[in-house]
Structure formats: C-alpha cells, structure tokens
Antibody, heavy 120, light 106 residues
C-alpha cells in the first residue's frame, strides 16, 4: 500500500525548532519529488517547499525562506522538514505529498498531517 | 509568484444541483492546474490533474476544463459526500500556489 506518514509535530515555544518527518512506503521513493504543504487552523492550503528525487534541488515559499530546510534520506525512504525560529504564524497542520518525476505535476498521495503548535 | 483566485469562496447547494467553481491564474499556467477536495480533519485528495484529467476512482460527475488562465471545476449532480472544500493549485512554476478554497455547503 502506498503510504505517507508524518510525525514530529507538537507544542513548541516561539523561537524554538522542530524536525518533521514523513515516512514513505509502497513506492520507489527516489522517483518522486516530495513536497510540504501546511494549513493553519481554519485556513487554506499553503505550499511550503519541495525537493527533487535525489535531494539536489530544493525550492521554498518566500514566507519561510531561511527558516525551513527540506531534506530527504532515500536509504530510509524519509522526508524531513527542519523548522527553526518558530513563530505563532507557523502553527499549522503540515502535510507531505509526492509528485512523480516527469509526470503530470500533481500531488497524488498525501500523508495524514502532523500538527505544529507554537505557543508560550 | 503566480496568484490563484477562486470564486466563489463559498456556496450553498442542494443534492442534485450542478455546481461550478472557477479558478483564475494571474498569468498563464498552460494546463498545469490541479483540483483537490478536502473534508474536515482530513488530508486533501487529488480529484483532477492537468486541468481536465479525472483521477482514477473519482466519480464521473466531477469534470474540469480550461487552459491558460481560466479554469472550471464542475460537479454535475451534487451528492451528499461532495460537501467539502475544493482547492485549485498551479504547478506551472515554483512556488506552487493554491487558491483560497471554495466551501460547498448544504
């Protein structure tokens, strides 16, 4: 079964850091770009970042550049998002999603999400 | 960045109604436009890719059209399970961007 499972969310104080993980199974992980998308409470979906199949190319939304780092370990079939200098506005559910390299550029499989709450 | 504007932001409809949601891009995105459905507390689900390609397992009452800057998602006969929020998303160039969502309510 094709599956993405996020973990690592939690309650963190402003200025703190977290590393989110997304474990992939049931498909050839390195054949896919991997993306992070977040959703603040009661708000819409916001694209955050993406990384290519071998980890050599990354892109970030302007709003998070410099504070977030996306990475992947293809030996462990795991995607990561390091989030530093957390702010209240980073409070959100963080989803990972896959996009086939050379495909139709759609996010066809999503994880269930992990919740990050930034509060003192 | 490419801005995606959906309309309406919300709509009320009845079972059996035909529903149309529009999405406009701030510049041409050719056909790199995807539609997602999201129900409360759940992850988004891909419905339509490249403007008009309905995903496997998605009911045939869902259809998409458009190219360039203007796109449409149509539900031909609304069913109870279709009450949800719908998002368009461009994958023409990074940063990929979503519309603000359209909530379809009873």
């Amino acid at each position: 079964e094709v599956q993405l499972v996020e973990s690592g969310g939690g309650l963190v104080q402003p200025g703190g850091s977290l590393r989110l993980s997304c474990a992939a199974s049931g498909f050839t992980f390195s054949n896919y770009w991997m993306h992070w998308v977040r959703q603040a409470p009661g708000k819409g979906l916001v694209w955050v970042s993406r990384i290519n199949g071998d980890g050599s190319a990354t892109h970030y939304a302007d709003s998070v550049k410099g504070r977030l780092t996306i990475s992947r370990d293809n030996t462990q079939n795991t995607l990561y998002l390091q989030v530093n200098s957390l702010r209240a506005e980073d409070t959100a559910v963080y989803y990972c999603a896959r996009v086939l390299v050379g495909g139709t550029r759609d996010m066809d499989v999503w994880g269930q999400g992990t919740t990050v709450t930034v509060s003192s | 960045d490419i801005q995606m504007t959906q309309s309406p932001s919300s709509l009320s409809a009845s079972v059996g109604d035909r529903v149309t949601i529009t999405c406009r891009a701030s510049q041409t995105i050719t056909s790199y436009l995807n539609w997602y459905q999201q129900k409360p507390g759940k992850a988004p689900k891909l419905l339509i890719s490249t403007a008009s390609s309905v995903q496997g397992g998605v009911p045939s009452r869902f259809s998409g059209s458009g190219s360039g800057t203007d796109f449409t998602l149509t539900i031909s006969s609304l069913q109870p399970e279709d009450f949800a929020t719908y998002y368009c998303q461009q994958s023409y160039s990074p940063p990929w961007t979503f519309g603000q969502g359209t909530k379809v309510e009873i």
